[in-house]
């Protein structure tokens, strides 16, 4: 997937993204400080904002096949169960009842299939949301800070279905998040932002532990990532 001379302006701020290329079947890690760009070159890439200028590749993937978490995610005012299998039906799938119980399961909300989504706690909503993306099998994983507030346990189970989910039939990941750790253990490529433009990029080590742009040594540096 790549973008060329990509270019949103929301009121001060201006993206401007002169050529960038996310290679698909990997998983690719956005970085850079608040207010760089990074949840609007998503949206973009999702299709929920439209760009000013410039152009998106996707090599062939259809809105359908592309779907994006956020940090707060948004349950609809239904039961779990239909939040779960909303994207099925969107599609115009019919939901796999024995692996949506097996999703639920995973979830650890078997028994609270027919319970409001909504009063489920933030971690609960948080795996919902999760499962949610994965359950339709998209090509295209764009996850917003989903995995910020999580527990380290938590955490090591969503990074555990995303590796899974690479091992048995890759897709494409981006996510946003300040948890650099967590990037590295799991991303291939890792990529910075800064002020709306994209400075650098490379492998989650060479992004995260020998960082050669200067901006990114300062991000990484400020992050206390050397003592992991």
Known sequence: MRMIELEKKLGDFHLQIRDLYL??????????????????????????????????????LKPRDITMTAQKPYMLHDSVYKNLVYPLRLRGIRPDETRVEQWLARCGLADKRKQSARSLSSGEQQKLS????????????????????????????????????????????????????????????????????????????????????????RFVAEQSVQSW
């Open 130 to 217: 999760f499962a949610r993306a994965l359950i339709f099998d998209p090509q295209l994983v764009i996850v917003d800070e989903t995995l910020s507030n999580l527990d380290p346990d938590s955490t090591r189970l969503f990074e555990g279905w995303m590796l899974e989910r690479q091992a048995t039939r890759s897709i494409t990941w981006i996510l946003i998040s300040h948890q650099l750790p967590h990037l590295f253990r799991v991303c291939d490529e890792i990529h910075f932002l800064e002020k709306g433009r994209h400075l650098a990029s490379g492998t989650a080590e060479q992004m995260l532990l020998h960082p050669a742009n200067d901006a990114v040594r």
């Open 23 to 60: 290679a698909p079947g990997r998983i690719h890690g956005l970085i850079g400080p608040n207010g760089c760009g990074k949840t609007t070159l998503c949206r973009l890439l999702a299709g929920t904002l439209i760009a000013d200028a410039g152009s998106i590749d996707y090599e062939g």
